[in-house]
């Protein structure tokens, strides 16, 4: 069964800084697709980025980006520049090679002070 | 184009009682999923359907069945609710590939007393 972990229950950022959130995950499959939710206090659940894992380029959105390293089984989040609208929970999620199922981690509360 | 719809947007139950939620997609998609969300562990997968008459088990399904009779609906039932299934649960649908985004609804805030 595949797993995913993110080791930061709460991470805290400065307006204009850059941070970084955390997330590994555990699979025996080799085709498979990562993602970055981002929910604020809205419940909305809004996709920030996406990775394939046949993909090696890093995924970039706008002022978001991800560091994939497939042999470590690492896929963090970084954030540039943050906003004051960044503040949220962000969720790393896998998506089994099936396509069945979306498998998240257990959330990082992300905090922006001005 | 209303998306993923979930009615009701919240609810209070006794425990044993029944109830189901529901959950309408207007995109035409093949896979719709419920989830759970309860403080500190993420969302879980409770079921998940990949069309009209085909549902399977995620990993937290006991205590909810499911049926998908259309493609548009896909209503998750509570048999007998209990205080365990006190929780945020949000119904998800996507498309066939699998780079495409899952559609979700805005939540169901239940509440088992």
């Known amino acids: 069964a595949q797993t995913v972990t993110q080791s930061q229950p709460e991470m805290s950022v400065q307006e204009a800084e850059t941070v970084t959130l955390s997330c590994t995950y555990d699979?025996?499959?080799?085709?498979?697709?990562l993602f970055w939710y981002k929910q604020p206090p809205s419940r909305q659940m809004i996709l920030v980025i996406r990775?394939?894992?046949?993909?090696?380029q890093n995924a970039t959105e706008n002022r978001f980006s991800v560091n994939f390293q497939k042999a470590a089984k690492s896929f963090s989040l970084k954030i540039s520049d943050s906003q004051l609208g960044d503040a949220a929970m962000y969720f790393c999620?896998?998506?089994?090679?099936?396509?069945?199922?979306?498998?998240f981690g257990k959330g990082t509360t992300l905090s922006v002070s001005s | 184009n209303a998306g993923v719809t979930q009615t009701p947007k919240f609810q209070v139950l006794k425990t044993g009682q029944s109830m189901t939620l529901q959950c309408a997609q207007d995109?035409?998609?093949?896979?719709m999923s419920w989830y759970r969300q309860d403080p500190g562990m993420g969302l879980r997968l409770i079921h998940y359907?990949?069309?009209?008459?085909?549902?399977d088990q995620g990993e937290v399904p006991n205590g909810y069945n499911v049926s998908r009779s259309t493609t548009e609906d896909f209503p998750l039932r509570l048999l007998s609710a209990a205080p365990s299934q006190t929780s945020v649960y949000f119904c998800?649908?996507?498309?066939?590939?699998?780079?495409?985004?899952?559609?979700f609804g805005s939540g169901t805030q239940l509440s088992v007393l």
């Open positions: 999620a896998y998506l089994n090679q099936a396509g069945t199922a979306l498998i």
């Open positions: 995109m035409n998609h093949e896979y």
């Open positions: 699979t025996s499959e080799s085709d498979y697709y």
């Open positions: 998800a649908s996507g498309g066939s590939r699998r780079d495409e985004k899952l559609f």
């Open positions: 359907s990949v069309g009209a008459g085909i549902t």
């Open positions: 990775q394939e894992a046949y993909k090696q």
